[in-house]
T-cell receptor, first 110, second 113 residues
Framework: QKEVEQNSGPLSVPEGAIASLNCTYS??????FFWYRQYSGKSPELIMF????GDKEDGRFTAQLNKASQYVSLLIRDSQPSDSATYLC??????????FGQGTTLQVKP | DAGITQSPRHKVTETGTPVTLRCHQT?????MYWYRQDPGHGLRLIHY???????DKGEVSDGYSVSRSKTEDFLLTLESATSSQTSVYFC????????????FGSGTRLTVV
């Protein structure tokens, strides 16, 4: 079992829809959770972080964390073509390392 | 990316030659990391540093060494490049370590022929 798992996609949504990206992790002692966006040929960019169970909202983005079920998700409301990218989930494990998932490719179609 | 620069951006080298990649930061962050990114594997940690002359191995450190003699510079050396080291290399910095997330440099695309 991989430490951080994401569906590689591609996830295709129409413009204006809600995109839902999911991530599961194996280390129950994990403390911090991050979402990075990576455009093709570019470096990862931190867009959201969450530490506590529940929801955290920032503009069109909402991160959701459920430690009991060991999953973290990212919702993107009113999806735009400019949101088309690969989204990486990262988890700070109890061993003190930041573990990345392989990423989910999102395609937003006009 | 503001405050973090990687050089070179692209490099083609021959098998068996040594190669050094440089990461330079102006943020005075204590923590620095080297990752490689490959299709099917995602981002994998090569080496990291928690301060000057304080470095340690990540999950894919074989064939790589690092040095950090100044806070602002973190060097990654491929001792004798192999084709399996063809990859995109990212440097990352962090003010507080893993719990606070990283900022990535623009990356170096290395091709070993």
């Amino acid at each position: 079992q991989k430490e951080v798992e994401q569906n590689s996609g591609p996830l295709s949504v129409p413009e204006g829809a809600i995109a839902s990206l999911n991530c599961t992790y194996s280390d129950r002692g994990s403390q911090s959770f991050f979402w990075y966006r990576q455009y093709s040929g570019k470096s990862p960019e931190l867009i959201m972080f969450i530490y506590s169970n529940g929801d955290k909202e920032d503009g069109r983005f909402t991160a959701q964390l459920n430690k009991a079920s060991q999953y973290v998700s990212l919702l993107i409301r009113d999806s735009q073509p400019s949101d088309s990218a690969t989204y990486l989930c990262a988890v700070a494990s109890s061993t003190g390392k930041l573990i990345f998932g392989q990423g989910t490719t999102l395609q937003v179609k006009p | 990316d503001a405050g973090i620069t990687q050089s070179p951006r692209h490099k083609v080298t021959e098998t068996g030659t040594p190669v050094t990649l440089r990461c330079h930061q102006t943020e005075n962050h204590r923590y620095m990391y080297w990752y490689r990114q490959d299709p099917g594997h995602g981002l994998r940690l090569i080496h990291y540093s928690y301060g000057v002359k304080d470095t340690d191995k990540g999950e894919v450190s074989d064939g790589y060494s690092v040095s950090r003699s100044k806070t602002e510079d973190f060097l990654l050396t491929l001792e004798s490049a192999t084709s399996s080291q063809t990859s995109v290399y990212f440097c990352a910095i962090s003010e507080g370590g893993e719990l606070y997330g990283y900022t990535f440099g623009s990356g170096t695309r290395l091709t070993v022929v």
